[in-house]
């Protein structure tokens, strides 16, 4: 095993091909891409034309389509109604079009980020992700989960879950949103259970549910350094995906993007391979 360092497509201004050919230029392994509208487009990542631009792109720049972010399902909410309901039937239909899109690109695990907020919603979103098992497992498509939620309900998921889903762990949510510490979140999930981190760094006075502000890694308040010495004493080797927001406040106030993201590779790089 090894490192690699990829960017989320969202970190910049820019999406699609053009996301891709700057990741590449920037010297990243891999990107996490979004769905390109997903649902509220009628799912453009599964038109073959599409799919053929992506493919020819990311093999002319050198990058792989790591994973993709079904992130409509937590921007909608559909992910906490019941089947049955318009809204359960719609999450369905992500997580069916999602696995399509996975299959089509090559791209080998699915994100669904999972914040219930009542007992039922947490129950409804369990049958989702049980349902995206089932297509994932198919199709040999690893599901990555991401939650907000605190360190004893997200492994309560993972137990009812039995081992078929991995965790997508992001190193400032815990602290973003007042759950938990990623250190100790790191050390419980062990390097079997995590897929890949989401890197991003923020001062305290951004620590708020809702604000996308970040800093450049290990210049904030989320203890950047002491969570890379984690992530490395518990020998985690494989995929760090930056997912600063490059072209937001405080970000864009001093830099443009593409200075502010090769600094941050830079940093991730010399972090991990030191």
Request: contains cysteine.
């Amino acid at each position: 095993m090894k490192n690699y360092y990829g960017i989320c497509e969202w970190s910049m201004p820019v999406s699609g091909p053009l996301a891709i050919r700057l990741a590449g230029t920037a010297g990243f392994d891999g990107m996490q891409l979004g769905e390109a509208g997903g649902r509220s487009l009628n799912f453009p990542l599964n038109h073959p034309e599409i799919q053929q631009i992506y493919h020819e792109t990311a093999r002319h720049y050198e990058i792989r389509l790591h994973s993709l972010n079904l992130g409509a399902l937590l921007a909608e909410g559909t992910i906490d109604f019941p089947v049955n309901t318009p809204q359960g039937d719609a999450a369905r239909a992500s997580i069916r079009n999602g696995i399509r899109a996975c299959r089509a690109l090559d791209i080998r695990t699915l994100v669904i980020t999972v914040s219930p907020k009542t007992e039922d919603a947490y129950s409804n979103a369990l049958s989702h992700l049980e349902y995206a098992c089932r297509l994932a497992e198919i199709s040999q498509v690893e599901i990555a989960v991401e939650s907000a939620l605190p360190l004893p309900l997200i492994q309560v998921l993972l137990d009812r879950l039995k081992g078929r889903v991995k965790v997508c762990m992001d190193i400032l949510n815990p602290l973003r949103f007042g759950t938990g510490d990623p250190i100790e979140q790191i050390q419980a999930f062990g390097t079997e259970t995590i897929s890949h981190f989401h890197m991003k760094d923020s001062l305290r006075s951004l620590f708020t549910p809702g604000q996308r502000g970040c800093v450049l890694l290990g210049t904030g308040d989320a203890g950047y350094i002491q969570t890379a010495e984690t992530i490395k004493k518990i020998g985690f080797q494989g995929w760090m995906i930056t997912e600063n927001y490059y072209y937001l406040p405080p970000m864009n106030m001093n830099d443009d993007f593409m200075k502010l993201i090769l600094k941050d590779f830079e940093t991730l790089t010399s972090t991990f391979e030191s």
